[in-house]
C-alpha cells in the first residue's frame, strides 16, 4: 500500500509585526479585550509589494530544503487560499513559476481556513492513487488586503503568512496520512464570507466607499459551529482509526481563536500538553495556520517518528476536516 508522508515542512511570516497596542490606535478596542476573547496578542503583515505567493514560495523553498527534493522534481502543486495574488489564474501557478517546478500541474483550492487540510486530502489521494510521488501542499493568505480596517469586529483577529509541506509516496509504510474526513455546508454563507470581488458584487465607487466588498463575520455564530464542527471532525478522525483521544501525541487545529481551541480539546478530552497553539504570535492566518503550525512544532523537535497528528480545520463555506497522520 502506498502511503503519503511528510517529508518537509516550511513556513514563512512576514517581519512587519502588528501588536494590538497598534491596533488600539485604529479602531475602538483595546489590548486587554482581544487578549482575554481571542488570545491574539499580535499578527504578522506583508509589507508593500509582497504578495500571497511570494510567501508561499518561501514556504515552499524551505520545506523542499529540508525534504531534500527539488523543485524539479515535483509532480503537483495544491495551494489553499482565498486571498490568492489574483482573482485567476491560480496563485499555485505564480509560486510553480518562481521555483521552477516545470514538471507540475498547479491549483488552488478555496475552503477558507480548512483550505490546507482540504488540499491534503487532494494530494494524499493523489499519490495514493499512484499518481505522482512528490506533491507541494501550502497554505498561504494575505488577509490583511481583504480585512476591513475600520471594523473592530474583524480586523483584531486577522493576519498574513505560509506554510508547506513536501509529501512523498511511501510503499508499505507505518507511517504517513492515515485518514481524511472532509466537509462543507453552504447554508452557513452569511455568517463568513467576502461580498466582493466576485461576479455578484462588481467594482463600483459605490460599494468601496461602503466597505462591501471586504470580509464580513458574524464571529459569535461561527463560534458555537466552529467548537461543535471541530470537535466532531476530530472524533470522527479518531473512531476511523480505532484510536482515542490519550493515543494522540499533537493536536494542531486550525488557529482562529483560544477559546475555541480550548473548549475543543476539553470536549475531545486531550490535556493541554497534547494542543499545539500558536495564536498569541500571529492570529488567524486562515489556509496557513495549520502548516505554519506543523512546521514550527517540527523544527522545535515535537513532532517524533511514530506519534499520531491529528488536523483539524474549520472555516468560511462552511467547511471543515480533519487529517491524521502518524509521523
Ligand atoms: O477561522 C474560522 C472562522 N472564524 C472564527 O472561528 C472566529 C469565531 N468567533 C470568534 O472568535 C469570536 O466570536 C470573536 C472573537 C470574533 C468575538 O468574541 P465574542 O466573545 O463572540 O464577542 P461578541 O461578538 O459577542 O461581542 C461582545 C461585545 C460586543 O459588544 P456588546 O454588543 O456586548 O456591547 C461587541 O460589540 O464585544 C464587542 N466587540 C469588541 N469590543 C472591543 C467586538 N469586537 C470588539 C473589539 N474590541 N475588537
Not at 46 to 72: N, P, Q, Y
Not at 102 to 129: E, H, M, N
Not at 236 to 241: D, P, R, T, V
Request: aromatic share 8%; proline share 2%.
Amino acid at each position: 500500500m502506498i502511503r503519503a508522508r511528510i517529508t518537509g515542512t516550511g513556513s514563512c511570516l512576514p517581519e512587519k509585526i502588528r501588536t494590538n497596542f497598534d491596533i488600539e490606535k485604529m479602531v475602538d478596542t483595546t489590548n486587554d479585550w482581544i487578549i482575554a476573547r481571542t488570545g491574539i496578542e499580535e499578527r504578522r503583515i506583508a509589507a508593500d509589494g509582497e504578495f500571497t505567493s511570494d510567501l508561499a514560495t518561501r514556504a515552499a523553498e524551505r520545506a523542499l530544503e529540508m525534504a531534500g527534493v527539488s523543485a524539479a522534481e515535483i509532480d503537483m502543486i495544491v495551494l489553499g487560499t482565498i486571498t490568492g495574488d489574483y482573482p485567476w489564474p491560480a496563485t499555485a501557478c505564480i509560486v510553480q513559476e518562481n521555483l521552477g517546478a516545470d514538471k507540475a500541474y498547479a491549483y488552488d483550492i478555496s475552503a477558507a481556513c480548512s483550505g490546507f487540510v482540504y488540499a491534503l486530502s487532494c494530494a494524499s489521494d493523489f499519490i495514493q492513487a499512484g499518481r505522482g510521488k512528490k506533491v507541494l501542499v501550502i497554505g498561504a493568505e494575505t488577509l490583511s488586503r481583504i480585512v476591513d480596517w475600520t471594523d473592530r469586529n474583524t480586523c483584531v483577529l486577522f493576519g498574513d503568512g505560509a506554510g508547506a509541506v513536501v509529501l512523498e509516496a511511501a510503499e508499505d509504510s507505518e507511517s504517513g496520512v492515515l485518514s481524511s474526513h472532509m466537509h462543507s455546508d453552504g447554508s452557513y454563507l452569511d455568517l463568513l464570507y467576502q461580498p466582493g470581488f466576485g461576479t455578484r458584487v462588481t467594482p463600483s465607487v459605490e460599494n468601496i466607499t461602503d466597505h462591501i466588498p471586504y470580509l464580513k463575520m458574524q464571529g459569535n455564530e461561527v463560534f458555537k459551529v466552529a467548537v461543535r464542527s471541530l470537535t466532531n471532525v476530530s472524533l470522527e478522525a479518531l473512531e476511523a482509526n480505532g484510536l482515542s483521544a490519550s493515543d494522540v501525541s499533537l493536536f494542531i487545529p486550525h488557529q482562529a481563536n483560544k477559546r475555541i481551541l480550548e473548549a475543543t480539546a476539553k470536549r475531545i478530552k486531550l490535556n493541554d500538553d497534547q494542543v499545539y497553539i500558536n495564536v498569541h504570535k500571529y492570529g488567524n492566518t486562515s489556509g496557513a495556520t495549520i502548516p505554519v503550525a506543523m512546521d514550527e512544532a517540527n523544527r522545535a523537535g515535537l513532532l517524533k517518528s511514530g506519534d499520531v497528528i491529528l488536523l483539524s480545520a474549520f472555516g468560511g463555506g462552511f467547511t471543515w476536516g480533519s487529517t491524521l497522520i502518524r509521523w
